[in-house]
């Protein structure tokens, strides 16, 4: 898979490409990254990327021909066009599907937005993608472009030490993952519940699904009335 992030800070991104999961997916080589300052694109003097909003109004608007201009020179040349993605609180939620549906794409073009957010020609120039990682607001786009890459990137075979490891967890089969132990058996008068230790892995399995659906229905009832809702609609 290829990523490229178009970015005013694209430092922050080298430490996160060279760490744990992503890292060890850069090194196998399944991912190549780049960043691109779209800074570099600009064309005046002060290398100004924003200006103030027509109407009037607070803050600061992303100019669109610095970011299309980057978008363009990445992908002169080739003959398969990426999805382009704006990291934007305006967009669609980000979800474990959505992940995974992304994975699956050969190249990925992440625009990380600051200040008041982008010039809405960028939207009518270029084909995009809005996608947001919940409904908060961030400094900027990079945070969001991270925990995107992330979760995308474990997906792909070969980046976890067992693929099957991301399987059972939380929202990959439409519900929160069930508890987990380890050693020690026994800590500060909490016990490893003994079917855990019994060697029968059907009653395991059952156990496991049982508990998956007791905690989603405590803390996230809304993924299961979704569940429900997927399998009647299929």
Same mark, same amino acid.
């Given at each position: 898979? /290829? ?6 800070? !694209? ?10 999961? %992503?890292? /060890? ?8 990254? /780049? ?9 005046? =003097? ?6 103030? $909003? ?11 021909? $610095? ?15 990426? =999805? ?26 992440? %625009? ?10 960028? /939207? ?8 947001? =990682? ?12 991270? +925990?995107?890459?992330?979760? +995308? ?38 016990? =490893?519940?003994? %079917? ?24 996230? !009832? ?13």
């Amino acid at each position: 898979m /290829r990523i490229d992030v178009l970015t005013l800070f !694209p430092a922050l991104f080298e430490p996160f490409f060279s760490t744990s999961i %992503v890292g /060890r997916a850069v090194a196998n080589k399944l991912v190549a990254w /780049r960043c691109v300052n779209f800074r570099d694109f600009a064309t005046d =003097v002060h290398r100004s990327v924003d200006d103030r $909003p027509f109407g009037g109004g607070p803050g600061m608007v992303l100019m669109c021909p $610095p970011i299309i201009d980057a978008l363009e020179s990445l992908e002169a040349g080739e003959k398969a066009e990426p =999805v382009r993605i704006l990291l934007t609180p305006q967009g669609e939620p980000f979800t474990q599907e959505m992940a995974a549906e992304l994975s699956r794409q050969p190249w990925l073009v992440l %625009v990380c937005g600051h200040y008041e957010g982008f010039d809405e020609r960028v /939207r009518s120039v270029k084909k995009v993608r809005e996608i947001s =990682v919940g409904d908060y607001i961030l400094s900027g786009g990079e945070p969001a472009a991270a +925990v995107l890459i992330d979760a +995308v990137v474990r997906l792909l075979p070969g980046a976890l030490g067992h693929d099957e490891s991301c399987l059972d967890e939380s929202f990959s089969n439409g519900a929160l993952e069930y508890p987990q132990y380890t050693k020690p058996r026994e800590y500060r008068g909490l016990s =490893v519940p003994d %079917v855990l230790l019994s060697g029968d892995h059907g009653r395991i399995a059952a156990w496991r699904k049982e508990q998956a659906l007791l905690r989603t229905r405590r803390r996230r !009832p809304d993924l299961l009335r979704r569940v429900a809702r997927c399998s009647r609609d299929g």
